[in-house]
């Protein structure tokens, strides 16, 4: 499981091999063995033995702000497998096998997005049916015209990035469209987001980004060599390119929220033009994201949890680079 600490207050050491959360005048024992990482959020605090423990169990401590973004972590200092995958890396990003892992990763993104639509479809009148047939439509043809450019990275970076991005505002234009009044949203937004829903969202892919570089480190291969994003002092651009075909996971999860109508709008604060994810909100979206994380599902002919999905992927990622099935 993941240990969140969010409680403005709390504190997480260790405890003769476990770790100990306290919160006032309460504690709890939680076993390293059942954990698989740690968020820790602001005003909350971690002792250095817990960190030591954490390390020794080969355990991720994350740190968030207060938008669900990773402000930092403690993981141990060892890349994954050979430093092979990591020269494969540089060496696609200055020729046209780049582009056409990047083409792989925008394609999926975009058949992800098309399937999800067509899994809220199934349950809709045959008005909205019909607008999500047209967007699906809509969206199969941008991945064509995806799957045509040609040309190195450095060249076409516009253009994919173009047709990336209009298949996302026709696909949250859509989200928006089948969400009830209340919460419908005008495009995407974040830091701040300007709705509930993209603060959900938001909340989400921070958690996301995470797990999707932990998952590039136990892989070999390396969060800071960007092919479709380009490199920059302390920016792990490889997790922008490949965090892409995951999201819909997020997408998926905040939907299902929405459509139960369990949703508290005591669950947000107003800030500066837009709103946030309060105590009590954060507590109800991480138990419920990391209950949809465990979930089994059937991938690829294997019965995985979905928080497994992530690695599996950067391991075949990885293996393709190096020519490996």
């Known amino acids: 499981m993941q240990l969140v600490i969010n409680s403005y207050g709390s504190y997480l050491r260790s405890d003769h ?4 959360i306290i919160n006032e005048d309460k504690k709890q024992k939680v076993s390293p063995r059942n954990i698989k990482s740690i968020l820790v959020t602001t005003g909350a605090a971690i002792s250095t033995d817990a960190i030591q423990l954490a390390l020794e169990k080969n355990i991720e401590i994350q740190f968030l702000n207060k938008y669900g973004d990773s402000i930092g972590k403690i993981w141990h200092t060892k890349l994954g497998s050979t430093t092979y995958i990591r020269r494969r890396q540089l ?9 056409e892992f990047i083409q792989t990763l925008m394609a999926q ?21 019909q607008y999500i047939e047209q967007v699906t439509e809509e969206l199969a043809q941008l991945k064509i015209k995806l799957n045509n450019v040609e040309g190195k990275v450095e060249n076409i970076r516009s253009k994919l990035m173009g047709y990336e991005g209009n298949a996302a505002k026709k696909y949250f234009a859509t989200l928006s469209y089948l969400l009830p009044d209340r919460y419908r949203f005008e495009g995407r937004s974040s830091r701040p987001a300007r709705d509930e829903f993209n603060c959900l969202l938001n909340y989400g892919y921070g958690v996301l ?8 480190i136990i892989a070999g291969l390396d969060p800071y060599v960007g092919i479709l994003h380009t490199d920059g002092y302390n920016k792990k651009s490889f997790v922008f390119d490949i965090i892409e075909p995951f999201r819909v996971y997020i997408d998926r999860l905040v939907m299902r929220l929405f459509a139960a109508k369990t949703v508290n709008k ?23 994201l990391n209950e949809y994380f465990a979930q089994r599902v059937r991938y690829n002919s294997r019965d995985i949890q979905i928080m497994d999905i992530f690695q599996f992927e950067c391991h075949q990622l990885a293996n393709r680079l190096i020519g490996e099935d």
Request: aromatic share 10%.
């Open 17 to 20: 091999g476990s770790f100990l």
């Open 91 to 99: 060496e696609i990003s200055d020729n046209e096998e780049g582009t």
């Open 109 to 129: 993104k975009v058949q992800n997005c098309i399937d999800h639509l067509n899994d809220l479809g199934k349950k809709r009148g045959k008005e909205k049916k």
């Open 209 to 216: 980004y995470s797990r999707i570089e932990k998952a590039c």
């Open 266 to 288: 005591n669950y947000f604060d107003a800030i500066r033009n837009g709103v946030t994810l309060n105590e009590e909100g954060k507590k109800y979206f991480i138990q419920n």
